[in-house]
């Protein structure tokens, strides 16, 4: 059963860093692609950030620069290290992966970024 959890949310101020994470289990997360996901209030999901099948890494636009994706293959995470936050970038943060024909969303964590 393929299970995502987020954590690691919280609020700062702006120009302060969090750092995301999302464990994984019901498979292995290397060799296989996994974005990060936000939902800003009254907006829609938009992705931040990935990896896809074959390593490859991508950002957003608006946070190349300051957010960084990682895995540790040996715990089954990735992260999102997310420095020089601005308050656009508050929302609820999901990491999702498409395995088994459907996508698996986690529950997400909430970042509030205050100026």
């Known amino acids: 059963q393929v299970q995502l959890v987020e954590s690691g949310g919280g609020s700062v101020q702006a120009g302060g860093s969090l750092r995301l994470s999302c464990r994984v289990s019901?498979?292995?997360?290397?060799?296989?692609?996994i974005n990060w996901y936000r939902q800003a209030p009254g907006k829609e999901r938009e992705v931040v950030s990935g990896?896809?099948?074959?390593?490859?890494?991508t950002y957003a636009d608006s946070v190349k620069g300051r957010f960084t994706f990682s895995q540790d293959d040996a715990k089954n995470t990735v992260y999102l290290q997310m420095n020089s936050l601005k308050p656009e970038d508050t929302g609820k943060y999901y990491c999702?992966?498409?395995?088994?024909?459907?996508?698996?969303w986690g529950q997400g964590t909430q970042v509030a970024v205050s100026s």
């Open positions: 019901g498979f292995t997360v290397l060799n296989y692609g």
């Open positions: 990896i896809d099948s074959s390593g490859i890494i």
């Open positions: 999702m992966t498409h395995r088994y024909g459907r996508n698996y």
